[in-house]
């Protein structure tokens, strides 16, 4: 089933998606990764114009250019492995009412918790895919933290139209990588 | 700008934004497999469409441009420190093109100059021959998968895993059920057997220069490499780590010699947006041929 998504989500619209469900994301993303996590988490305060709260987190450190009228050009935005992230995400979550988060392979127990508790969801982008994800990236806002962190890591604010994506952890406890880790287990068992 | 240094730009571009034609026939095998209607069919209609718009639009096929690992086969009396030299300029330029994403970070500061050149980066090997060939292969890889390699000292009682054939493939296992979907399967997997530390995971990196539909041509290690794809592919763990039939397009493994000692099974995993090109140099520079 496919879902359409778009920022500010509520905490219903949340709740009503499953593992499995296809979604088409629109609206406003920020980006957010390694740098950007450790940060937050160490108290760090969000810069003036980010707003998170009923937001979508993308983990991804882009390719943006200036084109020729001096604006920015995302020419490769793919997701970034989000596992590293497990320490901070769902206090991070919590914290700014955070209610998707846009990655690739998954993240652990701390994580799922949080999205049961506060109520929101990982979308599973493809990882590696980053024209296909770049052509659904209307327009950059603007970019935050870029002389802190570099490019890849800063906080850039993305306008997106439909912008796939796999729903993998839902806010019931579901998951769909502890899944498919434990079946894959069993089925290693007895190849051994 | 020199006629090396366009030739190598060239060659970046390419890497970047074009999949070898072994790689996508692999993966449009493992397209036909998946049952339609599956979150992993879709996926892999999604990279497809990917590998399709980066070489049509000249852009990266994933924006995580990665190490920047130069093979060179050079006569004997090529100038490496200037080939080198020109590599680095190379390298800045394509970064300012945007064929390689800013990616190089001090490791200590974590300042990123934009470069992509510092110590490490871009890495070359050079390796001398007795023809008077320049081949110069070039592998981007990403660090999603990178961090998904591991390195195996045997034997390991936790697996069961010997110092025989049969201990490596449940390491070699082993590793590509860790990896699950975090190093963005299907996968390719590199692998050394034996070595030291440094040289192993070197050597298994170096098995990404062979096309995927080669063979090796040690018996036991072809029985080996087809064994293990073949049960990769019967774990479920599927494009992406979504479930299916797709886990791994291709097995390499080689071997070096080990102290008595030392049993180290190093294995590299590398994404399905397997980077990798190579091209001929006439003594001017200019290319003469691709290598894939």
Not at chain 2, 21 to 49: F, N, P
Not at chain 2, 239 to 264: D, E, Q, W
Request: aromatic content about 6%; some cysteine.
């Amino acid at each position: 089933m496919t879902h359409n998504l778009s920022s500010p989500i509520s905490e219903e619209a949340i709740r009503e998606l499953k593992v499995g469900d296809q979604v088409l994301i629109s609206g406003t993303v920020f980006t957010g990764r390694d740098a950007v996590h450790k940060y937050l988490h160490d108290g760090g305060e969000l810069p003036d114009g980010v707003n998170l709260d009923g937001g979508i987190l993308y983990h991804c450190g882009p390719v943006v250019l200036r084109d020729e009228n001096d604006e920015w050009k995302v020419t490769a935005a793919g997701p970034t492995t989000s596992i590293r992230e497990e320490p901070y995400q769902g206090d991070i979550m919590k914290q700014f009412g955070i209610r998707g988060v846009i990655g690739k392979g998954g993240m652990a127990d701390k994580t799922l918790a949080a999205c049961q508790e506060h109520g929101a969801v990982y979308l599973h982008a493809i990882g590696g895919a980053a024209q296909v994800l770049a052509e659904c990236i209307t327009r950059v806002r603007d970019v935050h933290m870029l002389e802190e962190f570099g490019s890849p890591e800063a906080i850039w604010e993305f306008e997106v139209q439909d912008f796939p994506a796999v729903v993998t952890m839902d806010s019931h406890g579901e998951s769909l990588h502890k899944d498919i880790l434990a079946k894959s287990e069993d089925a290693l068992a007895q190849r051994h | 700008m020199s006629r090396l240094s366009e030739s190598l730009i060239e060659l970046i571009r390419r890497t970047s934004v074009e999949i070898p034609d072994d790689v996508q026939s692999a993966i449009l095998r493992g397209m036909e497999q998946e049952k339609e209607g599956t979150i992993a069919k879709s996926a892999l209609e999604i990279i497809e469409r990917n590998i399709d718009l980066a070489k049509r639009k000249s852009q990266p096929v994933c924006q995580d441009t990665g190490c920047i690992l130069f093979y060179v086969d050079c006569p004997v009396g090529l100038d490496q420190v200037e080939f080198e030299q020109e590599a680095r300029e190379a390298v800045k330029e394509a970064t300012q093109l945007g064929y390689l994403r800013q990616n190089s970070v001090d490791s200590i500061t974590g300042k990123n100059d934009g470069t992509n050149v510092g110590p490490g980066s871009p890495n070359l090997h050079f390796h001398q021959h007795a023809s008077d060939d320049i081949a110069v292969r070039l592998v981007l890889k990403g660090g999603g998968c990178e961090n998904v390699g591991l390195q195996f000292a045997l034997p390991n009682t936790q697996l069961s895993a010997g110092r025989d054939l049969d201990g490596c493939r449940k390491v070699i296992l082993e590793a590509v059920h860790q990896a699950q979907g975090k190093g963005c399967g299907p996968g390719i997997l590199g692998v050394c057997i034996g070595g030291d530390r440094a040289s192993g995971y070197e050597l298994s990196k170096r098995e990404f220069l062979r096309k995927l539909d080669d063979r090796n041509s040690d018996p036991k290690l072809d029985e080996l490499e087809q064994d293990i794809l073949r049960t990769a592919n019967e774990l479920g763990i599927g494009p992406m780590g979504f479930g299916g039939k797709t886990t791994l397009l291709g097995v390499k493994i080689g071997t070096a010699n080990r102290v008595p000692a030392s049993y180290f099974v190093s294995v590299s995993y590398m994404c399905w947006a397997f980077r990798r090109h190579g091209a001929m140099l006439a003594s001017d520079g200019e290319i003469t041929g691709w290598l894939y």
